[in-house]
């Protein structure tokens, strides 16, 4: 079955750190590929989206994703991770008409 | 350009009791989603309209969810009755021709 598996349930970085959350999504042909974050109490607002071309996609709020066909992989990153950043981040993989969602990675900031 | 708007925000019931959430998507939207998510999940799909038709309910518990879209524009879900492991977050989604769907706020929901 079509599936996207976030390894990290929780993620704790300091504030002004470097990001890294992971997403793989299940072989085959290569999806669309989406991330979403979830402030507490709020919608999903779409971060960035990987169709086709440029490996390197650049999204809102400084965030940008990689994907890797021989890893199956589309990591999320950030340079300077803000204390507004804390929320939930969910990586999905749309095959056909369906979206499929990993179960999210909680970004907690210390300052 | 206005979002997805959902109402009512937070609703809080007794089980076997019924609920009805609305949904509005973005306008020119052909495609609306409905979304369950419970705590600590992602969000799992119940069923997609096109314009007015059903794409895909597979995942719907048709004996007590029901959804409808009757002028491809506003959708209503419906449960009826209520059970304790319905309480969760409805999201609605829309997108264009298919391809990027953007969400709504939620509806959060407690059966007691």
């Known amino acids: 079955a079509q599936s996207v598996t976030q390894p990290d349930i929780h993620i704790t970085v300091s504030e002004g750190a470097s990001l890294e959350l992971r997403c793989n999504y299940s072989y085959g042909a290569t999806p669309y590929l989406f991330w979403y974050v979830q402030s507490p109490g709020q919608g999903l607002q779409l971060l960035l989206k990987y169709f086709s071309g440029d490996t390197l996609v650049q999204g809102i709020k400084g965030f940008e994703a990689e994907f890797k066909r021989s890893q199956s992989s589309f990591n999320l990153r950030k340079p300077s991770v803000h204390w507004s950043d804390a929320a939930e981040y969910f990586c999905a993989a749309q095959y056909g008409n369906k979206l499929v969602f990993g179960a999210g990675t909680i970004l907690r900031v210390k300052s | 350009e206005a979002g997805v708007a959902q109402s009512p925000r937070y609703k809080i019931i007794e089980k076997r009791q019924s609920v009805a959430f609305w949904c509005n998507p973005i306008s020119g939207h052909a495609t609306l989603y409905w979304y369950q998510q419970i705590l600590g999940q992602g969000p799992k799909l119940l069923i997609q309209?096109?314009?007015?038709?059903?794409?895909?309910d597979s995942q719907l518990p048709k004996d007590r969810f029901s959804a409808e879209r009757l002028k491809g524009v506003d959708s209503t879900l419906k449960i009826q009755p209520a059970k304790l492991e319905d309480s969760a977050v409805y999201l609605c989604?829309?997108?264009?021709?298919?391809?990027?769907?953007?969400f709504g706020p939620g509806t959060r929901l407690l059966v007691l």
């Open positions: 309209f096109q314009n007015n038709g059903v794409v895909d």
């Open positions: 989604a829309s997108s264009f021709q298919g391809e990027t769907q953007y």
